[in-house]
C-alpha cells in the first residue's frame, strides 16, 4: 500500500469552525441579560469582577468565560481602575427600561434548550456529563474517576476520528511552521489519531515518535501511522499524563489541544511532571488556541472556550497564563506562531 502524505489544505477552514461555535455568542449574551442581568447590575457603576463574581454566585473558572466573551463581544469593558463596566453599546440597548434597550428582545430565547443548559452549566461549574457528546466533550477527558467514552473501544474510536477531522488539516501546517530540525524523539502527549506526530515524522524522515495516550485511542493511532507510512518510526504508549511515569529520552514534548480540557491546578501540575522528565535545552510546544492577555478576545477563541467550558473540565487560556505556568516549571518561553484553525504553538526551552 502506497503511504499516504498528510498535505495541508488548500483553503482555510477556519471560517467554518467559527460559524459552528456562533451559537455560544447567543447563549452567553442571552444568559447575561436575561438570566444574570449582568448590564443592570453594573449601570450604577463599573464593579470589580471578584465583586460581580459573588454578586452572581459564580465561582472564578465560569465567571471567566463568561465576562471575556462579553468583553469581546464589545459589551464590557476595563476602568482604568481594573473595574468592569459597561461600554457605550451596552449601556443604550442592554440596560433594563432604557430609551432603546432591547434585553427584552433577547430573552425571547430564555428558555431555549442551549440557554437553559448554558446558565446550569456557569451557576454549577460542571461540565455536560448527559446527552449527545460533540466536540471536545466529557467524553473525550480520562481520568481516574471519570467515566471517559474514551476507554470503551467503539466510542473512542468515533471520537477519536472526529477530532481527527481538525488535526488532519493542522497538522501539517504545525509542521511547516514549527519544523523539529535535529529532533530526534518527540513525546506526543494525550496525541489521540497520532496525527500531529504523523504529520512531524513525514517531514523529518530521521525522526522517531511516541504517542502517550489510553489504550482504546492508541488502536486509531496505529492504523493511521500505517496508513501515512510511519508506523515503523511511531510507537504507541499507553499511560495517564497525570500519574503514569512520564517516558523519557525525548528531545521535544507537544500539548496539541490538552490543556484547554483542564483547569489551572490539573494544567500546570502535567506542566511540572514534563519539565521533570526533560533535560535542559529540550522543548515543549504548547499547541492551542490562545486568549489575548488582556483577557477581552479574540471572540472567536472566547466562543471556542464557552465550548470547553461546557464540555470539560478547562477553558481556553491566555499566553500570559501558558507562560506564567511554564516559567514556574523552569521553561523559558518563546513567540507564538501561529498555525491553522486559531491556533499557534508555544514553544518553550527547558533551563533549570
Keep these: 500500500m502506497t503511504a499516504r502524505e498528510l498535505a495541508r489544505p488548500h483553503t ?36 470589580s469582577e471578584a465583586e460581580l463574581r459573588v454578586e452572581l454566585q459564580l465561582q472564578e473558572r465560569p465567571a471567566t468565560v463568561l465576562f471575556t466573551a462579553l468583553r469581546a463581544m464589545g459589551l464590557l469593558s476595563r476602568s482604568e481602575h481594573g473595574q468592569l463596566a459597561l461600554t457605550d453599546l451596552s449601556r443604550e440597548h442592554l440596560v433594563p427600561g432604557a430609551p432603546f ?37 466529557v467524553a473525550f477527558v480520562y481520568r481516574e474517576g471519570i467515566d471517559s467514552a474514551m476507554e470503551r473501544e467503539e466510542t473512542a474510536r468515533t471520537l477519536t476520528l472526529s477530532l481527527a477531522g481538525r488535526a488532519r488539516n493542522v497538522a501539517p501546517v504545525l509542521a511547516e511552521a514549527f519544523p523539529l530540525s535535529g529532533c530526534r524523539t518527540l513525546l506526543d502527549v494525550g496525541g ?9 515524522l513525514q517531514r523529518h524522515p ?25 508506523a515503523d518510526r511511531l510507537e504507541c504508549r499507553s499511560g495517564d499524563m497525570f500519574t503514569d ?6 528531545d521535544a514534548v507537544l500539548l496539541s489541544n490538552i490543556l484547554h480540557d483542564w483547569d489551572i491546578p490539573e494544567c500546570k501540575s502535567v506542566i511540572a511532571r ?5 533535560a535542559p535545552g529540550r522543548k515543549l510546544l504548547i499547541h ?27 477553558r481556553a487560556y491566555s499566553a500570559g497564563e501558558y507562560r506564567q505556568w511554564l516559567i514556574e516549571a523552569g521553561f523559558d518561553p518563546g513567540p507564538i506562531v501561529p498555525t491553522l484553525a486559531h491556533c499557534g504553538v508555544l514553544p518553550a526551552a527547558r533551563i533549570s
Excluded at 514534563?274 to 526533560?278: E, H, I, P
Design 274 to 278: 514534563l519539565a521533570d522528565a526533560l
Design 101 to 137: 434597550d432591547v434585553g427584552s428582545y433577547l430573552t425571547l430565547a430564555a428558555r431555549s434548550p442551549g440557554v437553559l443548559e448554558m446558565a446550569e452549566r456557569l451557576r454549577s461549574n460542571h461540565p455536560a456529563t448527559s446527552g449527545p457528546v460533540t466536540e471536545e466533550g
Design 192 to 200: 489521540g489519531s497520532g496525527l500531529y506526530s504523523i504529520a512531524y
Design 288 to 314: 492551542d488556541v490562545f486568549l489575548n492577555d488582556a483577557m477581552d478576545g479574540p471572540l472567536p477563541v472566547a466562543l471556542y472556550s464557552a465550548s470547553l467550558f461546557s464540555l470539560t473540565e478547562g
Design 245 to 250: 511515569p512520564v517516558p523519557h529520552g525525548a
Design 12 to 47: 482555510d477552514p477556519t471560517p467554518i469552525f467559527e460559524l459552528f461555535r456562533g451559537n455560544f455568542a447567543t447563549e452567553l449574551l442571552t444568559v447575561a441579560v436575561a438570566h444574570f442581568n449582568v448590564f443592570g447590575r453594573l449601570a450604577d457603576a463599573p464593579r
Design 206 to 230: 530521521d525522526l522517531t515518535a511516541i504517542v502517550w495516550d489510553r489504550p482504546e485511542v492508541l488502536k486509531v493511532a496505529h492504523e493511521l501511522a500505517e496508513t501515512h507510512g510511519v
